[in-house]
């Protein structure tokens, strides 16, 4: 256990399905990341919010759509996806400070789209 | 924009010495990060460099030189454990941390 709790741990879903995946930390960080991991692939920086304010927004199709209600919770919700946006799922937190410089992910969500 | 240039994979044998170099390109470069993942878990933390030198962590070390965009993870003592992939990222402005594509290392016996 990291402290940053995702669920669901695994999720299958249609490419008409509307599915949400959410992610919680207790730590009192105050800023999110969703990172994307594929295989051979660098994980990729989808979005970022710091003190529930999203600060990037980086190039992700509109078919995710992040939502930060608060400073302990996340969501990524999807609709319509693609195959190919079959991956990992991750979710990290750090405290927004001068000299924050370590990123606590979660176990991620494994995402399978058919 | 970034990139980062990790090596894919590396090998070495239990009690040996490994680094693991990353080169980088990007701009609003705060500092260097290295992470652990192991098969089925989630990154963790391992080091961080903001300024040039080496930082120590027990049998982990980490360096960095800002003037080359280079930086490396250095593994001694290697034990079984030790086999995961490990990335490094850079860190840009509003705490925006970019991560290369990792390089599996596999350590025998």
């Known amino acids: 256990e990291t402290g940053v709790t995702q669920t669901p741990r695994h999720l299958v879903m249609g490419m008409t399905n509307k599915k949400s995946l959410k992610c919680e930390q207790h730590l009192g960080h105050n800023a999110m990341y969703w990172y994307k991991q594929s295989a051979k692939k660098p994980l990729e920086l989808m979005f970022v919010?710091?003190?529930?304010?999203?600060?990037e927004n980086n190039s992700v199709p509109s078919r995710f759509s992040p939502e930060c209600p608060n400073s302990s919770h996340l969501f990524l919700h999807l609709h319509t996806l693609q195959p190919e946006d079959s991956a990992l799922y991750l979710c990290?937190?750090?405290?927004?400070?001068?000299?924050?410089?370590?990123?606590?992910f979660g176990a991620g969500s494994r995402l399978t789209v058919l | 924009g970034q990139s980062l240039e990790q090596p894919s994979e590396v090998t070495a044998v239990e009690g040996a010495i490994v680094q693991i170099n990353c080169t980088y390109q990007?701009?609003?470069?705060?500092?260097l990060s290295w992470y652990q993942q192991h098969d089925g878990g989630a990154p963790t933390f391992l080091s961080y460099?903001?300024?040039?030198g080496l930082e120590e962590t027990g049998r982990f070390s980490s360096f960095l030189s800002r003037s080359d965009s280079y930086g490396y993870l250095l593994l001694q003592e290697l034990q079984m454990k030790d086999s995961a992939s490990y990335f490094c990222a850079v860190k840009r402005n509003f705490n925006k941390f970019y991560f290369g594509s990792g390089t599996k290392l596999n350590v025998k016996p």
């Open positions: 460099n903001a300024l040039d």
């Open positions: 990007t701009s609003g470069f705060y500092g």
């Open positions: 990290a937190s750090s405290h927004e400070r001068s000299g924050a410089n370590v990123l606590t």
């Open positions: 919010y710091s003190l529930e304010e999203r600060v």
